[in-house]
């Protein structure tokens, strides 16, 4: 059984606290740039999630239609949870980036001066997953028929559709975030996968030794 395709995703991110206030801020407009996601691995119950980051399987159509909010903390009881709204994204390299204007309320102005000021930079996006394919630890394609959950199993989000996105005060990912310098560094990904690589080497060759 496959993870609900319906089911609502939040990823948290962060960057280092101590940059200081985002460059991509802009006072006039009230608006700042985001590296919403760079697909990064996430461990779940059942198994490492990763986002497919392509025009082909993001689905953005709500940023046109119904709108992508801004939230606090993924909030979506009241109004006053809405901090702002998505008003640009577009990809750059290996990462969705977007452009969020802060509403001018009393909970998005408290909610700007805190970016503004580099008091928050975790940025979560809220979304759900409509299509998956699974590989096992070897990276061999599974049929979902076959799927064991004692396996080493990575689900990779080929199709998936933003609904929202928060700012939030936990961190856990680092390559999405309010962005506070003109870019990021794309190095923090291929570290990242060179360590996921050889933890499974690792692991591969000690079963083999065991047996």
Same mark, same amino acid.
């Given at each position: 059984?496959?993870?609900?395709?319906? %089911?609502?995703?939040?990823?948290?991110?962060?960057?280092?606290?101590?940059?200081?206030?985002?460059?991509?801020? =802009? %006072?006039?407009?009230? +608006?700042?740039?985001?590296?919403?996601?760079?697909?990064?691995?996430?461990?779940?119950?059942?198994?490492?999630?990763?986002?497919?980051?392509?025009? #082909?399987?993001?689905?953005?159509?709500?940023?046109?239609?119904?709108?992508?909010?801004? *939230?606090?903390?993924?909030?979506? +009881?009241? !109004? =006053?949870?809405? *901090?702002?709204?998505?008003?640009?994204?577009?990809?750059?390299?290996?990462? *969705? !980036?977007?452009?969020? %204007? @802060?509403?001018?309320?009393?909970?998005?102005?408290?909610? /700007?001066?805190?970016?503004?000021?580099?008091?928050?930079?975790?940025?979560?996006?809220?979304?759900?997953?409509?299509?998956?394919?699974?590989?096992?630890?070897?990276?061999? !394609?599974?049929? /979902? %028929? =076959?799927?064991?959950?004692? #396996?080493?199993?990575? @689900? +990779?989000?080929?199709?998936?559709?933003? @609904? /929202?996105?928060?700012?939030?005060?936990?961190?856990?990912?680092?390559?999405?975030?309010?962005?506070?310098?003109?870019?990021?560094?794309?190095? !923090?990904?291929?570290?990242?996968?060179?360590?996921?690589?050889?933890? =499974?080497?690792?692991?591969?060759?000690?079963?083999?030794?065991?047996?």
């Amino acid at each position: 059984m496959l993870p609900r395709p319906d %089911k609502m995703l939040h990823r948290l991110a962060s960057v280092d606290p101590l940059a200081g206030a985002p460059r991509s801020y =802009n %006072k006039n407009d009230h +608006t700042v740039e985001a590296v919403i996601s760079m697909g990064s691995p996430v461990m779940r119950a059942y198994g490492t999630e990763v986002l497919r980051i392509a025009p #082909d399987a993001v689905d953005l159509s709500r940023l046109h239609e119904g709108g992508i909010p801004l *939230l606090d903390h993924h909030l979506q +009881t009241g !109004i =006053n949870s809405m *901090l702002g709204r998505l008003t640009d994204a577009w990809f750059e390299r290996s990462a *969705l !980036i977007g452009r969020f %204007k @802060f509403n001018q309320t009393p909970e998005g102005e408290q909610a /700007e001066g805190m970016v503004a000021r580099g008091e928050v930079t975790g940025l979560s996006p809220g979304y759900r997953v409509d299509q998956w394919l699974v590989a096992d630890g070897d990276g061999d !394609i599974v049929d /979902e %028929k =076959n799927v064991r959950w004692d #396996d080493e199993l990575t @689900f +990779t989000a080929t199709r998936w559709q933003l @609904f /929202e996105a928060s700012l939030v005060g936990v961190p856990a990912d680092a390559t999405a975030a309010v962005r506070s310098i003109s870019g990021y560094d794309p190095m !923090i990904a291929d570290v990242r996968a060179r360590m996921v690589a050889r933890h =499974n080497m690792v692991k591969r060759l000690s079963r083999l030794h065991d047996e």
